[in-house]
């Protein structure tokens, strides 16, 4: 069932006319060179800027859902792992509901094992600890749609997998999540994968079809010898005809 259906959605200079339909229950990883396009086109379907298209949910256009409503359908996780208030970092999860309900703070405080931090302000924090905070405010009102910059980034190995392990319960619970992620090492764990470049949707496969193409090596400038990555080599200009 098709739950997320994008249609000419454009950032000028940024983001290509993109379409997209994401169906309930993929986990959706988005990859590409820095610049690429990646938190533009999140922000665009999250219509946190000014981005041109129409954006449904569940068959119902963000632009129109009143804002309540609009939580309901989708979150956005930021990049940033800043935050500059003094308020406790149950206090930050709560701002990811529109009502209060104290059984689901304590759920997703259980779920990223906050107890011991819940009460602290959340600037004084560890980086990762508050990447958990900022998680559990994008989680708790279980929107349809889970929008994530970067959410692996600043984490443990036993908190990445912790996080996978989160996404992959809320995909099978029939929600979809699209991450961007820089770590290809945790591709494999995505249903299929987005390659964005120059601001548009160059690729769209299952992570081991993507990882092994030629054009993924050419976008990257990264090439796999050995079991490992290194960088391509531009052609010598000596050696051209
Ligand atoms: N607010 C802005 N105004 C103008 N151009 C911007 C703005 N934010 C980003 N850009 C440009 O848009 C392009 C895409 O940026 P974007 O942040 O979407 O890339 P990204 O793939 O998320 O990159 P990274 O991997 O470095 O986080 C880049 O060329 C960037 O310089």
Do not use: C
């Not at 929600?175 to 470049?197: C, E, T």
Request: glycine share 6%.
């Amino acid at each position: 069932m098709t739950l997320l259906s994008a249609r000419d959605l454009a950032i000028h200079n940024r983001l290509h006319p993109t379409a997209l339909d994401v169906q309930a229950g993929e986990l959706v990883a988005l990859i590409g060179p820095n610049g690429g396009g990646k938190t533009s086109l999140l922000r665009a379907l999250a219509r946190i800027e000014g981005a041109s298209g129409v954006v449904a949910v569940d068959g119902e256009d963000i632009d129109e859902a009143p804002m309540a409503r609009r939580r309901q359908l989708l979150s956005f996780l930021p990049a940033s792992r800043d935050v500059t208030w003094p308020i406790s970092a149950r206090d930050v999860i709560r701002l990811g509901l529109d009502r209060d309900d104290e059984k689901r703070i304590e759920e997703m405080v259980s779920l990223f094992e906050l107890g011991r931090l819940a009460d602290r302000p959340v600037n004084q924090l560890s980086t990762g600890e508050r990447a958990r905070v900022l998680a559990a405010r994008a989680l708790v009102g279980n929107p349809k749609l889970l929008l994530l910059d970067e959410p692996l980034s600043n984490l443990d190995p036993y908190w990445v997998l912790h996080f996978l392990e989160i996404f992959e319960a809320a995909a099978e619970a029939g929600h979809m999540v699209l991450a961007a992620l820089h770590d290809l090492s945790q591709l494999d764990r995505f249903s299929r994968a987005l390659l964005i470049a120059d601001g548009r949707i160059q690729m769209d496969e299952t992570p081991a079809k993507l990882v092994a193409s030629e054009r993924f090596e050419e976008i990257f400038r990264i090439s796999s010898a050995n079991g490992r990555w290194a960088i391509r080599k531009p052609a010598d200009p000596r050696s051209l005809p």
